[in-house]
């Protein structure tokens, strides 16, 4: 295995790794996600889930998921999946396989992985055996999906690949010397993706994830160490960390410092990060790109800024929101007109024309939960990712 010592360096995963015991079942049958067969305590829900659904038993059962159902107010556009997962299981990403726009996957934290074939109506669990055997209890960060390839990033350090739509999960080796914990990972073409880290290292492969080529010459701290005199201010404590990382159509990255005191760009074919200041004095919660080319900016407290024009930009607006002090933590864009912003205790805000007024959804008031990410597979299927395993699907 190459020695990894930098972003500049290429690294080359050990095949052997892949390698099985001569007494071990064939090539043919690689790791697997499928639903644990031990009666553990996520299976235990998962099938006190399915036996609360039986019309026998409803009319005398009331489960605890039909009782919160009941207790909150519907949604104007939006409805609460119930998902078969423990308690305390913070949601993080969610992908659709595009040849078939029903099948998808969820992830979270505490080894979270749960799969659906009926467009994100119901879930069931999987897990994957390799890593159920381990120490570790997985965070898993990302999913992309390119055709039936299929990409999974998590922390501690694990790297899961699928040709076959996510029937099975190969697990890639990674070197030990890769710079930071992955964070994202985005299917880019035919056993081609890019990944990057939470230190800025931005690695792309073009075979299936078993050698990386660095797209940056450095991570950010470097970066800052060499620019520190430049005028970015806070950089001097920058502890070496992304907060958030998001990635534009078009391959364009903007990250938030650790510390949300200044902001970080970008674009193909840059050898570094470009650092930026902030214009605003509350420090950054989150950033993203709008439907239109430009940016959208989250400060800590609630509020919410757009950039003035379309690309990257240090010049924002205010826009008036009504989010009752709780903060706002992501944006999501239906189309260049219609987009939902979700927050902490439940706050839940549309914009119709663009991002200039927003509205505030109030039926979603009675979730106790902090809804962290909103994704919109398509401008028909969307959905609202929380800690508690919150999950709320689109109606339209």
């Known amino acids: 295995m190459a020695t990894l010592t930098s972003p500049t360096a290429t690294f080359t995963t050990n095949t052997r790794c892949l390698q099985r015991p001569q007494n071990s079942h064939s090539p043919s ?9 031990e009666l553990n305590r996520r299976h235990f829900i998962s099938q006190t889930a399915s036996l609360s659904s039986l019309p026998l038993l409803s009319p005398l059962i009331l489960s605890p998921q039909q009782a919160n159902a009941a207790a909150e107010d519907s949604l104007s556009e939006w409805e609460r999946v119930y998902l078969p997962i423990d308690p305390g299981v913070v949601l993080l990403d969610i992908a659709f396989v595009p040849d078939d726009m029903n099948h998808g996957f969820l992830l979270g934290t505490r080894q979270t992985i749960m799969e659906t074939k009926d467009g994100g109506n119901t ?26 390839e299929g990409w999974i990033v998590g922390k501690p350090a694990i790297l899961l690949y699928t040709a076959d739509a996510g029937a099975t999960w190969e697990r890639i080796p990674l070197s030990a010397q890769l710079p930071g914990d992955m964070v994202y990972i985005k299917a880019t073409g035919e056993k ?6 939470d230190e800025g290292a931005i690695y792309v492969t073009s075979n299936r994830g078993y050698n990386w080529r660095a797209a940056v010459q450095e991570t950010v701290s470097a970066t800052l160490n060499r620019t520190v005199s430049s005028g970015i201010s806070g950089a001097s404590y920058y502890t070496g960390t992304f907060n958030t990382v998001n990635r534009s159509p078009d391959g364009n990255y903007v990250a938030v410092s650790s510390r949300g005191n200044f902001y970080l760009t970008w674009e193909p074919g840059q050898a570094f990060w470009q650092p930026h200041n902030r214009a605003i004095a509350r420090r950054i919660q989150n950033m993203g790109w709008r439907a239109d080319g430009g940016l959208w900016l989250l400060v800590r407290g609630g509020g919410l800024y757009l950039s003035k024009g379309t690309g990257i930009s240090e010049e924002f607006e205010e826009i008036p929101v009504q989010s009752r002090g709780f903060g706002i933590l992501d944006v999501g864009y239906r189309s260049k007109e219609e987009a939902w912003a979700a927050g902490g205790s439940g706050i839940l805000l549309r914009t119709t024309n663009g ?8 039926a979603a008031d009675n979730i106790a939960a902090n809804l962290y990410s909103v994704k919109f597979i398509d401008d028909k299927k969307g959905f609202v990712l929380g800690n508690d395993g919150v999950l709320l699907r689109y109606l339209g």
């Open 355 to 362: 991002g200039k007024t927003w509205t505030r959804d109030k």
């Open 29 to 37: 049958q690689q790791p697997r996600l499928v639903p644990r067969p």
């Open 123 to 148: 879930w069931v669990p999987r897990s994957i055996p390799s890593a159920e055997d381990e120490d570790f209890n997985y965070r898993f960060n990302s999913i992309s999906f390119k055709g039936k």
């Open 192 to 197: 081609s993706a890019e990944m990057v880290t």
